[in-house]
């Protein structure tokens, strides 16, 4: 078949919805370098600045309710949803797309029901157990759909079928080499290259448990000799830290340069979003998830297959305490030897080539 001329790429919400997508946008870029890539997002999603400071075209169209649970005459009736799928549809038309790659949230909705009115090949992304509820919509108009982890084939009926690709990550993260990069890192962030490095994020909104515990842990992490690197994420109030500890405790509002932070890291605390699981495993990161005790535990299924090979540890949201964090994290991030079985055990789960492998998946369904 001949080169990919324009694509429409569908997905918006938060980070883990978004940054795939943009990982999938550079793959695109980088085989077929005169490919026009339309996204779209919604007007209020994290993809309004994410997107446009990649570079990528972004259309916003018309928002829209989507209900928590499936029902087929949603499509037929309201207004909304209808104005929504008329604007993607003119979207897709005027740059001629050929094919419709959707990665779930709302917005996805609307260019799935704007490709099959017009019968074009659509193909969804799914990275979590169970499906968000925009792609197991999404599946209603085509069987071509990707998962990013094996898990999930077995726990969901709806995917039992679909291809395993992975998860398409930024080459600025898969690329690297982490021990190359650590002293730039660690002095850009202002932290010592002689003590261990705790990097703590919630995913791409924060996670308010997470903050607050390990800031009430401040002074014990510091006394153990500690650093902390501590994203707060954009959706979260601010937290109280000690201005007169021993050693660095950084706290930055949201790190664009990701990378940066998992290069400076000896041990990650974080949530168990699916990106991030799929990114610290393709790093070889020991991590300690805390998932988020909400959304049918999907983020406990993330983490599971990494902790049962041995790649981090896992603690229920409820469990996470100063006490706990004494008495788990503190051993953990001093234990060089652990942490490097821990590591290497993350690296065997994780793999670096989502992008690739979706690319593949999309070009059989244009063909
Ligand atoms: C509470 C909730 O429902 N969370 C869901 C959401 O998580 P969320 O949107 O947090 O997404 P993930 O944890 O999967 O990924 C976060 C992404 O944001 C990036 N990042 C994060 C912080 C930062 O400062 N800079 C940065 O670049 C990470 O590198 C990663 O690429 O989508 C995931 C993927 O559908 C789901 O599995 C999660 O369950």
Redesign the pocket.
Known sequence: MGPLRSVVLAGG?????I?PLLAFADALRRHFPDIRITTLGSPKGMENTLIPAAGYDLRVIPAFQLPRSLNLDLLRTPDRMYKSAAAAAEIIDEVRAEVVVGF?GYVSVPAYLAAWRKEMPIVIHE??VPP?VANRMGMKFTKRVAVGFPHQLEQAEALRNARLVGVP??TA?TGMDRPALRPQALYHFGLRPDLPVLFV?????GARTINLAVAAAAKRLAHAGIQVLH?Q?GRNDPFEVPNDLPVPYVV?P???D?QL?YAAADLML??????????TTALGMPAVYVP?P??NQ??RR?ALPVVESGGGLLVDNSELTPDWIEHNIIPLARDRQRLAAMGTAAAGYGRRDGDEQLLRFVLEAVS
């Open positions: 919400g938060t980070g883990g919805h940054y779930g990275v979590n968000g990550l930024r993260i994020s919630g995913g791409s909104s994203v994420g930055v949201y790190l664009s990701m932070g974080c949530r168990g979003g699916a990106i991030t699981v799929a990114e988020y909400f959304s999907e983020q993330n």
